[in-house]
C-alpha cells in the first residue's frame, strides 16, 4: 500500500519511507532517516538525522527524535537513534541520539514512551518497557526489558533498571533498581517484589520463591551486598532468574538501591 505524506511535510534527501507509511502536516524528516513499514507520524514530528525506526511504530504530535545530544562532549559525531517495531511515542517526547561513547541511543520493540519523557543520548532501553509522562533519563541509562516507570521519575545518568521491576512515580534513581522488584521512597529503596507483574508475564511459583529467598537475604538480613551474593551462591538452587540477579549485581557500577 502506498504511503500517505501530507503536502505540508517537508522531506529531505536521503530519506527512506517503507510500505504503508502516513506522515502527518508539517512534520520534518531530515536527512539519512529511515521509517518503517506501517509507520505513523503525527504532525509536526522532527525526526533528526541518523533516526531509525522499525515496523509499525506510532510517533504522536511534536516528539523530537534524533536531536544531537545535550553533552559538552559531543563533537558532532555520525550517530543514530534506534526504534524498535510497534513501539508508541506520544506527544512531545525527545530522545537525542548518541555519542561517541556508544555511537547509539537505542528504544526496543513494544514500548510505550508516553507524553513529555526524556531520553538523552547512549541509552539502551528494551522490549516491552513503559515510561510514563515526563520521566527525566539522563545520558547512558540502561532500562532492561518489561521495565514500568511511574510518572516524573528522574534517572541519574549511567544508572541501570533491572527487568521486570516497576519503580514508582515522582522518585529519584541514583542507584541502580535490581530485577523483579517494585522500587518506592525517598531515599528508593526495595519494595518487595514486582508479584502481580511477574504473575502475569508467566513466571511460575518455584523462580518466584527462589527469588523471594534471595531478595530476603539481600534486603531483610544482617549481611551486606557481598555477603548476601555468598549465601545466595551457598544456599539457593541455580535458575535463570537469580542467575539474572547475581549476574546484575556483578556489572552494577553504581550500586543497588538498599
Not at 66 to 94: A, H, M, N, S
Not at 210 to 220: D, E, R
Not at 233 to 254: G, H, M, T, W, Y
Request: some cysteine; hydrophobic content about 40%; aromatic content about 6%.
Amino acid at each position: 500500500m502506498a504511503s500517505s505524506i501530507h503536502p505540508t511535510a517537508i522531506i529531505e534527501a536521503g530519506v527512506t519511507v517503507g510500505e504503508n507509511v502516513s506522515i502527518g502536516p508539517y512534520s520534518w524528516i531530515r536527512e539519512n532517516v529511515s521509517i518503517g513499514d506501517g509507520c505513523e507520524i503525527g504532525s509536526h514530528v522532527v525526526l533528526c538525522p541518523g533516526s531509525i525506526l522499525g515496523k509499525e511504530c506510532h510517533v504522536l504530535h511534536h516528539a523530537v527524535l534524533g536531536e544531537i545530544p545535550q553533552d559538552l562532549k559531543f563533537g558532532g559525531e555520525e550517530t543514530t537513534i534506534e526504534i524498535g517495531d510497534r513501539t508508541v511515542i506520544r506527544e512531545f517526547v525527545t530522545i537525542n541520539r548518541g555519542t561517541q561513547a556508544h555511537w547509539k541511543t537505542v528504544v526496543g520493540s513494544d514500548c510505550l514512551i508516553m507524553a513529555y519523557v526524556h531520553l538523552a543520548h547512549d541509552c539502551i532501553v528494551g522490549n516491552n518497557v513503559v515510561i510514563a509522562n515526563a520521566c527525566n533519563i539522563a545520558g547512558h541509562v540502561e532500562i532492561q526489558d518489561w521495565v514500568i516507570l511511574g510518572g516524573m521519575i528522574g534517572i541519574h545518568q549511567f544508572t541501570k533498571v533491572g527487568q521486570h521491576s516497576l519503580v514508582g512515580g515522582h522518585y529519584r534513581v541514583t542507584k541502580d533498581v535490581p530485577p523483579f522488584i517494585i522500587a518506592a521512597g525517598e531515599p528508593l529503596r526495595f519494595e518487595g517484589l514486582n508479584i502481580i507483574g511477574l504473575r502475569r508475564r508467566g513466571f511460575k511459583n518455584d523462580a518466584l520463591k527462589a527469588l523471594k529467598k534471595a531478595y530476603n537475604l539481600i534486603y531483610l538480613s544482617q549481611y551486606n551486598v557481598s555477603d548476601a551474593v555468598i549465601k545466595i551462591q551457598e544456599e539457593i538452587e541455580p535458575n535463570p532468574e537469580v542467575n539474572a540477579l547475581l549476574e546484575f549485581i556483578k556489572n552494577s557500577d553504581r550500586g543497588i538501591i538498599r
